[in-house]
Structure formats: structure tokens, C-alpha cells
């Protein structure tokens, strides 16, 4: 028991809170009017003037209700129980109140786990007093203690969701990283065996043709510095210490593939200069294409054609995948997946940027933009 105590108070706040929205305005504007109708034309409402103004003045901090939860739900707190001890118990009216329900939630939602136990220490015995002087009712007391733990749990099951999303797309992350590592270290080794053969050349070709061997050398030098650049990526990619996947890493010529006899159909053009591309960028395409592909196939709906264009320039490689299906439910437009998430993370890495959404039409697109060289080192 004293562990999981100790866990909820060591509980920090979640990462990134939304920012204000347009929607937090409208929401504001929606409760200070029902408030000013509700002080105009409900009748019997007890201390008409002091409920309105007392939270007409509260609801505005509904604004930092994210950014701020402890401090506001504090201050509403605070307010509204100065109000019941200047009135004799007579709390501010349960109508007009009923917005301010959103900070108990949001305190649950976006409040660090000592601010949580601290918000809820107050309300418990504050409405105990409030019972013990006869200024609630038991059933009062009792409905109002539900109402703050069905917002609190609630909060807490999306606080939970938020987590678990997170963690998985952290996984997904840390897997594309090692991915491109493993890629990475076929590029490596490429470049130095490369180099071996070299130098095994140079040193038979010496004593009778010194200039091939000078050739040699300066290939060996060629060589060595796109080594150094590929490894200078590899370590600022690389985040666990695992053994690479000797299995070629994948180039843009291994698309072809991905035209498979299986349905839907793959389509793949490639044009442009592709002598001089880096191999980590090659694999990249092939990698980011190969995703697109499979989630088209595993999530789109009656689709009949799938599309790989890529295209390179004298700085950049661009690849465009689109489908002609509808999206299904495992591709929402609003919340990229775990797949697509490794691909931005991919892409990323390598100085480059990846974005996927609905096609302009119907489908689906997923549109990729690498710099020709590579991440700068």
C-alpha cells in the first residue's frame, strides 16, 4: 500500500499539455451566458447577485485549466468556499457551477500526483466540516463526493490511455532507430571492405606500377570519408547496444520488389540520377516506401492501385506512395499510427521530413523528402 502511495505522490505531470484553443473560447462563452440567463430568469435563485458574480469571476480560469491545474482548481476551491462561510453555507448556484466541474477533471487529467492527493485532501474534509455544521445535507454531501470521483476517474482513464499511447510510440521510435542502425552498419561495412580490397591492390600493384597504386590510395580515401560520415550518423542514431543484422541492407533498385504478383497491384517508378546516392538514403526510400505499401494493403479499404514514384534532384530524393482505397479505421486522419510514426522518426534522422494524410481525392498518401547526401554530421 505505502508503495503505491508512494507512486501516485511521485507522479509527475504528463508531458505537453494542449495548448488554448478556439474551442476553450467558445466554451467560455457558452458558460458566462448560461450564468447571466440563469441569474436573470431563474426564479428562487438564493444570493442571485454574489452566485452570478462569484462565477462569472471563476469560470475565466477554465483558460489554464491544462497549463495550470493545481493553482486554478486552488483558486476555485478557495473562492467558492469563502462564498459558503460570507452566506452561512449558501453555496453559489448548483446550475451556474456546473462548468467548474471541469477542474477537479483537468486537475486529475494534467496534475502532478502530489498536486492530485493535495486538491482531493481539501475537498474531502471541507464537505465533512460542511455535513458536521449542518451546512449540507448527508445525500448532498454524498451526491457531490460521486460527482468529483466519476470527473476524477475519468481523468484518470484518459491520463492512462495517454500514457500507454506514448510508451508505444516510443517503442516504435527506438525500433526505427535500431533498424537504421543495423542498416547503417551494412553501409559500414561495405566502405571497408571496399577499402581492404583496395589496399590489398595497392600493395601488389607497387613495385611495378607505383600510379595505380596511388589511384588506390586515393580510393581508399574516397571511401574512408563516406565511412566516417556513415558512422558519424550511426552513433547519433544508435541507442541500445545490440549486434547488427548482417542481412544487404535494401536499396532503391530493390523496389522492384515490392511489385509483387500480390492484390492490390504495386506500381514503381523511379527517375532520376541514382549512381552517387549515399546507401543510407537508398534504404531509407526503400524502407519508407515498403511501410506505405503494407499499410495500404493491411488498412485501406477497396483499394485497387498502389503508386511509388520516386524522384531525385541535384539536393534532395522525394518519395510519394498513394493508394486509391478509402481509409479504414486503423488510418485516422487526425492520429497517426505507430508504422507511421517510425516513418517520421526515420526520416527525421536522416535531415529529411515524411508526412502521410488523405489524398486529395480518395486514399491515402504518404510523401517523403531525404536530402541527397544526408543527415549534416
Known amino acids: 500500500m505505502n508503495a503505491v502511495l508512494r507512486s501516485l505522490w511521485d507522479e509527475p505531470r504528463p508531458p505537453d499539455p494542449p495548448s488554448r484553443v478556439w474551442r476553450d473560447w467558445a466554451l467560455l462563452g457558452v458558460l458566462e451566458l448560461a450564468v447571466l440567463l440563469?441569474?436573470?430568469?431563474?426564479?428562487?435563485?438564493?444570493?442571485?447577485?454574489?452566485?452570478?458574480?462569484?462565477v462569472a469571476v471563476l469560470l475565466p480560469a477554465l483558460l489554464w485549466r491544462r497549463t495550470r491545474p493545481f493553482?486554478?482548481?486552488?483558486?476555485?476551491?478557495?473562492?467558492?468556499?469563502?462564498?459558503?462561510?460570507?452566506?452561512?453555507?449558501?453555496?453559489?448556484?448548483?446550475?451556474?457551477?456546473?462548468?467548474?466541474?471541469?477542474?477537479?477533471?483537468?486537475?486529475?487529467?494534467?496534475?502532478?500526483?502530489?498536486?492530485?492527493?493535495?486538491?482531493?485532501?481539501?475537498?474531502?474534509p471541507e464537505t465533512a466540516l460542511s455535513v458536521a455544521l449542518g451546512q449540507k445535507s448527508l445525500a448532498d454531501a454524498a451526491g457531490g463526493i460521486v460527482v468529483l470521483f466519476?470527473?476524477?476517474?475519468?481523468?484518470?482513464?484518459?491520463?492512462?490511455?495517454?500514457?500507454?499511447?506514448?510508451?508505444?510510440?516510443?517503442?516504435?521510435?527506438?525500433?526505427?532507430?535500431?533498424?537504421?542502425?543495423?542498416?547503417?552498419?551494412?553501409?559500414?561495412?561495405?566502405?571497408?571492405?571496399?577499402m581492404a580490397i583496395r589496399a590489398q591492390a595497392g600493395l601488389a600493384m607497387?613495385?611495378?606500377?607505383?600510379?595505380?597504386?596511388?589511384?588506390?590510395?586515393?580510393?581508399?580515401?574516397?571511401?574512408?570519408?563516406r565511412a566516417l560520415d556513415e558512422m558519424r550518423t550511426m552513433v547519433r542514431v544508435l541507442r541500445r547496444d545490440e549486434p547488427a543484422d548482417l542481412a544487404p541492407a535494401p536499396r532503391i533498385a530493390d523496389l522492384a520488389k515490392l511489385a509483387s504478383g500480390a492484390r492490390p497491384s504495386v506500381d514503381v517508378a523511379v527517375a532520376g540520377d541514382l549512381d552517387d546516392l549515399p546507401p543510407?538514403?537508398?534504404?531509407?526510400i526503400y524502407r519508407l516506401a515498403q511501410e506505405s505499401v503494407t499499410n495500404?494493403?493491411?488498412?485501406?479499404?477497396?483499394?485497387?492501385?498502389?503508386e511509388v514514384r520516386v524522384t531525385t534532384d541535384d539536393t534532395s530524393v522525394r518519395?510519394?506512395?498513394?493508394?486509391?482505397?478509402?481509409?479504414?479505421?486503423?488510418?485516422?486522419?487526425?492520429?497517426?499510427?505507430?508504422?507511421i510514426a517510425g516513418m517520421i522518426e526515420r526520416a527525421g534522422l536522416l535531415g529529411g521530413t515524411c508526412e502521410a494524410g488523405p489524398g486529395p481525392g480518395r486514399g491515402w498518401t504518404v510523401t517523403a523528402v531525404l536530402p541527397r547526401r544526408g543527415a549534416a554530421a
Open 38 to 54: 440563469e441569474g436573470l430568469v431563474r426564479p428562487g435563485m438564493p444570493w442571485r447577485v454574489l452566485s452570478v458574480i462569484v
Open 280 to 284: 543510407s538514403i537508398g534504404s531509407a
Open 150 to 194: 466519476a470527473a476524477v476517474t475519468l481523468a484518470a482513464a484518459f491520463r492512462y490511455r495517454a500514457r500507454a499511447r506514448l510508451r508505444e510510440l516510443d517503442q516504435a521510435k527506438l525500433l526505427e532507430r535500431e533498424r537504421l542502425a543495423r542498416d547503417l552498419h551494412d553501409t559500414v561495412a561495405h566502405h571497408v571492405s571496399a
Open 71 to 124: 493553482p486554478v482548481f486552488l483558486g476555485s476551491f478557495a473562492a467558492t468556499s469563502a462564498v459558503m462561510l460570507l452566506t452561512g453555507g449558501a453555496a453559489p448556484s448548483a446550475y451556474a457551477t456546473a462548468g467548474l466541474l471541469l477542474l477537479p477533471y483537468a486537475l486529475a487529467r494534467w496534475g502532478s500526483g502530489r498536486e492530485i492527493v493535495l486538491g482531493l485532501g481539501l475537498v474531502l
Open 319 to 339: 518519395l510519394r506512395v498513394s493508394d486509391d482505397g478509402e481509409p479504414g479505421l486503423g488510418r485516422p486522419a487526425t492520429s497517426p499510427g505507430y508504422g
Open 296 to 306: 495500404a494493403r493491411r488498412h485501406a479499404r477497396h483499394v485497387t492501385r498502389i
Open 206 to 225: 607497387m613495385p611495378s606500377q607505383p600510379k595505380a597504386a596511388a589511384d588506390a590510395l586515393q580510393l581508399i580515401e574516397a571511401e574512408a570519408a
